[in-house]
């Protein structure tokens, strides 16, 4: 595949060996001169010096021919509008931008951008998987299908505690997967499978909803 | 009207102030606020500091209820990324925006965004002007 | 310069080239470049290499068929052989695609372990500086050997 990356900071620089050792064709397109020759000394001439805001940049770089396009500067309105000219000007099939602000990983997508990342929202999903107390953490989002794999802790207090998937009667888009006992191997879940305490549940929900799913297998959160 | 200006530059302040004092409510937005110097003494709008690509500022310089928005910073980029917030996140009725590159201009006006790139119209004006004086 | 004189030259320190890269373009200035090669050349167990590089526009993949610029590479790697035969050497030639000349020149040096490049340029001024393009100093700057640059007088 060819990708082009907008921005040549750390991020760029170790996507794009990352990317090259997969075997794909990569550009990075970055302003700053230091920026350039650390990838020209390091990866090769894989670096153009210039603005990928910039219809001729763009041109000269084969964007009509890249297969994905990734801006990565730290500038949130650089990110969208690379990526809005690579896809509607190039007609690049795959945009993907970094999201600085985590607000804007909403309105890129509406405006056009395939997919966002955002780096607080990483962060903010990494601190989440390691507070040991939390009972509900976000493992996967499947944006499209709607979907979110979560991970649910149970506690002695918790609704699903003695109940079977089918006493639950989760409504429509809920799913629980797989539970993880202590000492066991995940086991799937069954319509007879009872939970007990400390279990963790490994869930499908909506995204969005879900809170909804935490209530109803733990309880309205307010009486933790 | 409600009018959102985002920038005070020289251009926006000067817009802003004639705006004003045609009865339009106006609200000016500006990252810095040393930037509202340029606004007249009289000013009858609201001048307010914050981005105007970031969506809460919007909402609290009025988008929701504004029948315009301009985007006059000096980021070509900054402006689009406003512009397309301004008119197809706050569906604001009338959205203009200036991009100083020609070639992002045309990008944009296809996508359906009204923008004026004022190299263009300054380079246009000035031969005009030119020929002017040679006829002349 | 003659023989003798190169044997003056190694010397010097200067006139032991016994693997030689010639990157041409295709200019006039080529043969004088590669002419020079060949006489710092000892015979027989120098080697001149000739080498041509086809600098492909990002517009298309690297290894993308270009036919009228490989009609004409291989039109100038013939020249450079009669070139050298005319100097009554036998030379080697290659022809690579890449985006950009210089480190390809540089890649080819370490490689092959050359101990010479020998380079032809022109003089040329843009935006009324002198300019010597990009490959050039690219090369002067990361070249693991020596290397002797024949630059001509002004050309139209």
């Known amino acids: 595949m060819y990708i082009i990356i907008v921005g040549g900071g750390n991020v760029g620089y170790y996507l794009s060996k990352y990317l090259l050792s997969e075997g794909h064709e990569v550009l990075v397109l970055e302003k700053d001169a230091v920026n350039c020759a650390r990838f020209e000394d390091d990866l090769g001439s894989i670096c153009v010096r210039g603005d990928g805001c910039e219809v001729s940049t763009l041109a000269e770089a084969g964007t009509s021919r890249a297969d994905v396009f990734i801006a990565i500067t730290n500038e949130d309105d650089d990110n969208l509008v690379a990526c809005q000219i690579a896809k509607f000007k190039f007609n690049v099939p795959r945009t993907i931008a970094r999201v600085n602000d985590p607000k804007n990983e909403d309105i890129f997508q509406k405006l056009g951008v395939d997919s966002t990342i955002s780096v607080s929202g990483l962060i903010f999903q990494t601190i989440e998987e ?37 006493q639950l009667k989760l409504p429509a888009g809920f799913a629980l997967m797989l539970v993880i006992r ?17 279990d963790r549940i490994i869930a499908i929900a909506p995204t969005g909803k879900e809170n909804e799913l935490r209530d109803l297998l733990i309880g309205n959160h307010e009486s933790d | ?46 001048a307010l500091v914050g981005d105007g690509t970031d969506a809460d500022m919007l909402k609290k310089a009025g988008i929701e209820q504004a029948d315009i928005f301009i985007a006059l910073t000096q980021g070509d980029n900054r402006n689009v990324m406003a512009a397309q917030i301004a008119g197809k996140i706050f569906n604001v009725p009338r959205v203009v925006c200036r991009i100083y590159d020609p070639l992002r201009k045309d990008v944009y006006e296809s996508l359906g965004i009204e923008a004026i790139s ?17 006829k002349g | 310069m003659t023989q003798q ?62 036919e009228n610029e490989i009609e004409k590479a291989e039109r100038i790697l013939t020249h450079a052989e009669n070139v050298a035969m005319e100097a ?17 020149i540089v890649d080819e040096a370490v490689e092959g372990e050359y101990d010479l490049i020998v380079m032809g340029m022109i003089y040329k001024k843009r935006f009324g500086m002198f300019h010597m393009g990009e490959a050039i100093p690219y090369v002067l700057e990361s070249a693991p050997c020596r290397v002797i640059l024949c630059r001509t007088t002004a050309l139209k």
Do not use: W
């Open chain 3, 5 to 66: 004189k190169s044997k003056q030259n190694k010397d010097s320190g200067f006139g032991k080239f016994e693997k030689i890269l010639v990157p041409i373009t295709g200019l006039p200035v080529d043969d004088e470049a590669l002419r020079l090669a060949c006489e710092l050349a000892r015979k027989p167990k120098s080697k001149v290499h000739v080498f041509h590089v086809i600098e492909v526009d990002r517009r298309l993949p690297i290894d993308a068929v270009i």
């Open chain 2, 118 to 134: 004022p190299t263009t119209v300054f380079a246009e004006l000035l031969r005009e002007r030119l020929s002017e004086k040679t």
């Open chain 3, 88 to 104: 009554d050497y036998e030379i080697e030639t290659d022809l690579v695609q890449s985006r950009e000349a210089g480190p390809s």
């Open chain 1, 130 to 166: 390691n507070l040991p107390a939390h009972p509900l953490v976000h493992l996967l989002t499947h944006a499209a299908s709607g979907v979110e794999i979560i991970e649910i802790k149970l506690h002695d207090r918790s609704k699903a505690v003695t109940k079977s998937v089918k």
């Open chain 2, 1 to 46: 009207m409600n009018v959102v200006i985002m920038g005070c530059g020289r251009v926006g302040a000067h817009l802003a102030a004639m705006l004003d004092q045609d009865g339009m409510k106006v609200t000016v937005l500006d990252k810095d606020a040393y930037s509202f110097r340029r606004l007249p003494s009289d000013f009858g709008g609201t």
């Open chain 1, 182 to 198: 202590e000492g066991q191997n995940p086991q799937v879940i069954g319509e007879e499978t009872a939970f007990k305490s400390d």
